[in-house]
């Protein structure tokens, strides 16, 4: 299995709060990835990182910044948290050269109340 | 930005029996790569099979095979003699030239015994 860790793996928090949840990974990859995860919209990519200090939005970046100043960490922030953003997040990073697929962390459930 | 469309939010299968998941697709790109993966209860998505655009042999992993019909941007997977621990919520995912991934909205398969 790849290297992955999320952190928190469970958190509970109050509107109105920032909110930082960690990915780490072991593999020295390049690409690292964050999603969400609701019923009914499978995983959707909140943003994504392709080298150190690179980053891009994905399809539902609003309400979430990110930061990777190094390449084993990936920081996803809620900046303002909303009940909306109650969800199941997953980080991923990129498969290993000529790969392509992406291997995936245990996932963080993140409510808010 | 490319879609992704599986049809079946549900499906049932008998043990031993085989099952066909359809996944439908949408892009202007000629290269790309598509993968299923599957996420059991314990929240872990796991890679099942992936195919890569430009080639046209179906890809097979021991019981698990595609149906890629590329001009039909189609992606099925067929699951032959089908096992209680296939039981499972299945994405289909779609990694465009800029290594960004679309996800499915999931087909939850259920085995009965």
């Known amino acids: 299995d790849a290297g992955i860790t999320q952190s928190p793996r469970h958190k509970v928090t109050e509107t109105g709060t920032p909110v930082t949840l960690r990915c780490h990974q072991t593999?020295?990859?390049?690409?690292m990835y964050w999603y969400r995860q609701d019923p009914g919209h499978g995983l959707r990519l909140i943003h994504y990182?392709?080298?150190?200090?690179?980053?891009d939005k994905g399809e539902v970046s609003d309400g979430y910044s990110v930061s990777r100043s190094k390449t084993e960490d990936f920081l996803l922030t809620l900046e303002s948290a909303t009940s909306s953003q109650t969800s199941v997040y997953f980080c991923?990073?990129?498969?290993?050269?000529?790969?392509?697929?992406?291997?995936f962390g245990p996932g963080t459930r993140l409510t808010v109340t | 930005a490319q879609t992704v469309t599986q049809s079946q939010p549900e499906m049932s299968v008998q043990e031993a029996e085989t099952v066909t998941l359809s996944c439908t697709y949408d892009?202007?790109?000629?290269?790309?790569?598509l993968f299923w993966y599957k996420q059991p209860p314990s929240r872990q998505m796991i890679l099942v099979i992936r195919?890569?655009?430009?080639?046209?042999q179906n890809a097979t992993e021991n019981r698990f095979s595609v149906n890629f019909q590329k001009a039909a941007k189609s992606f099925s997977l067929k699951i032959s003699d089908s096992q209680l621990g296939d039981a499972a919520m299945y994405f289909c995912?779609?990694?465009?030239?800029?290594?960004?991934?679309?996800f499915g909205s999931g087909t939850k398969l259920n085995v009965k015994p």
């Open positions: 991923a990073i990129g498969g290993l050269a000529g790969s392509y697929e992406q291997y």
């Open positions: 593999e020295n990859h390049r690409y």
């Open positions: 990182s392709y080298g150190v200090k690179d980053t």
């Open positions: 892009t202007s790109e000629s290269d790309y790569y």
């Open positions: 195919q890569e655009a430009y080639k046209q």
């Open positions: 995912a779609y990694e465009d030239n800029f290594n960004k991934f679309y």
